[in-house]
């Protein structure tokens, strides 16, 4: 133990040399979406060094930098900063290159458990859908994507994700195969409602390009082609202009807001934790009581007990 003390107290006080941030990025063996977040992360703190015209940050800049998280990110957001940066220096440790002055460093704030988004009644959901022009293939697209992603329970990556293939007809029942929260392949399933999976067919029917590979939801921008996928950024934007068209301009209601909301919903028609979780894709029921309003349970149908309640409102 004395000798390990020895040597952090001798590790020589060098510059954070540029390169620093590129090598420890190409050393994470982590995910592209993971190494997208912990790039983010750091560039913030680079640029932060540079600003303040530190080439040789000691663990008072840090304490500034992380004050300066506090006052211009979300408590979620600062952990996960923090978060990297102690990776960072970790990483800095090991290779010799610079002391670590972010030791056992504290985000410094506390992150509320309780969801923060809020969630649509099933009157509130209808009322969305009804407000869809389906004169248009984008209405019929936009009508099928959030119908879609309310009866699942989707995450916008998810339904990004997903391939017209993916959608399968199984002994008269419609399945969406998606990948799922850090998994690697399309392993999981999801049943579409019939009202979902016609308005997903009336949304392909005006399709020219539908094989194999083709995104189940496509943009319309492109008239050429009518292949591109979406990203997760333009569904979050349709879902919030149809939120936003129906009434609810709020910055508590998003596209995830749809995901609580299927959750909640589920749970108040019957459905029990341990089913919800199942269809939440949590790997703890935990996670799912965050989303979870009621104390309501019985058995599992969370897909089902959607269709047959929200049908009684829309307009079909």
Known sequence: MQNQIIIQETLPARRIADGYYKNFLDYCDIKPN???????????????????GITAPTRE????????????????SVQYYISVLRLFFNWLEYEGLYDNVAIHLKAGVKVDRLHKRTGLNERQIASVLNGVDC???????????FLT???????????VRANIEDLETIDGVAYLFFQGKGKDEKAA?????????????AYLATRKHT?????????????????????????????????KA??????????????????????LLGADI??????????????????DDSQHQKLNRCPGLLSQSLTQYLRI
Do not use: C, W
């Not at 004169?135 to 994507?145: E, F, K, N």
């Not at 129906?246 to 749970?267: E, L, P, Q, W, Y």
């Open 34 to 52: 993971t190494l997208e977040g912990y790039s983010k992360a750091i560039r913030r703190f680079h640029r932060f060094l540079q600003g303040n």
């Open 61 to 76: 800049d840090i304490r500034a930098y992380r004050a300066e998280l506090i006052e211009t990110m979300r408590p979620a």
């Open 135 to 145: 004169g248009a293939q984008s209405g019929l697209r936009d009508y099928a994507l």
């Open 149 to 159: 992603m309310y009866y699942g329970g989707f995450r916008v990556i998810e339904l």
């Open 189 to 201: 399933a999801k049943i579409i409602p019939q009202d979902a999976l016609e308005a997903i067919r």
């Open 211 to 243: 094989k194999p590979g083709s995104p189940l939801f496509a943009s319309v921008s492109n008239h050429k082609t009518e292949s591109g996928r979406l990203t997760t950024r333009s569904v979050s934007r349709i879902v919030k202009t149809l939120l």
């Open 246 to 267: 129906a009434g609810f301009d709020s910055s508590k209601i998003v596209a995830h807001s749809i995901r609580k909301s299927a959750i909640t919903n589920a749970r």
């Open 274 to 291: 341990s089913e919800a979780q199942h269809f939440a894709g949590h790997a703890s029921p935990n996670t799912t009581m965050i989303y």
